[in-house]
Each structure stands twice: as C-alpha cells, then as structure tokens.
C-alpha cells in the first residue's frame, strides 16, 4: 500500500464494479462475515438505488482500490435516522498498515458532517483484527448474541458495538 497521504477516500463509479466485486469476493471471510456474499455489478446497483453508499479508498494516481466502505441508515424508520452503520473492507495486501482505522475515522467524520449522533456496527466474535480496530477508535461493546451463527463447525458470537458522535 502506498503511504497514507497519498490514499483517497471517493464515491464508486460503475466502472469499479467488476473489481470492487473480486475485492468483497475475496475479502468477506467466514471469519468477518456470517453469509457467503456474492457480490456482483447487479446488486451494487440495487444497494444504491437503495441508499446504500459505496466509498472506495483508492491510490491518487493510479487509483488502485486498496478499500471498500459501505455505509447506509441502521433504520428505515424516522425515528432512527441518527444511526448510521458501515462496512470496511481493506484488502489483505493493504491491512496491517493503518488504512482500517483511516477508513473508521472517515467514517467517524462523515457521520459528524451529516447530521448522525451514532454509528453502530456488528463484528463476530471471531474477526480479532476488527473488534480491536473498533475499540481503538473509541466504539464501546453493546451488545452481544450469543451462539448467533454456526459457522465453520463452531459457534459465533455476534457482537454490537457503537460510537457516539459528539458536537451533534
């Protein structure tokens, strides 16, 4: 990965959907995720005519995608428009050298920009790097489901956890 100055954060454009979804394809482990996802040009265009945003952490010059960032309302309701949840995804080349928490706190400020007083995200029990990532950015534990998915002959738990976003 390049340095950390040199890595911006923009919107996906369609022709990022082919490699955006060999990246989640990849990516999205049973040790981060309960569901085989089977990401594809199809559903980003479903997600998006949903409201769902897709951020890409890419090179400045050669715009190589080194992660994703998927961020939508936690509730459809009016009353739950202060929740806002994400996805990061940092390729595994790229992880290890400060881009997740790069991506936590973009996200940390976009939510402070928009108007949102929370960011909730759910982490299994299993996906170490992540809980510790969300912990050193200040998200607290909220909640936890215990034996919520069987995956890989074990039980996982699933865990909640959230930021409080200040001078809201």
Known sequence: ?????????????????????????????????????????????????????????????????????????????????????????VIESARGQGLGTYLVEFVKNYAASEGYSK???EVLSTDIPAIHLYEKCGFVKEGKQKNEFFIDGKWVDNLWYAYFVENN
């Open 1 to 89: 990965m390049k340095e950390a100055q040199e890595i911006i954060i923009r919107q996906m454009e369609p022709r990022d959907f082919v490699e955006v979804a060999k990246i989640e394809n990849i990516g999205w482990t049973s040790i981060s995720t309960p569901v085989n996802i089977q990401s594809s040009p199809e559903r980003y265009i479903e997600n998006l005519q949903a409201g769902v945003r897709y951020l890409l952490a890419v090179e400045e010059k050669s715009d190589e995608i080194f992660g994703v960032l998927v961020l939508h309302d936690r509730h459809k309701i009016e009353a739950g428009k202060h929740v806002l949840t994400f996805s990061p995804l």
């Open 119 to 121: 960011i909730t995200i």
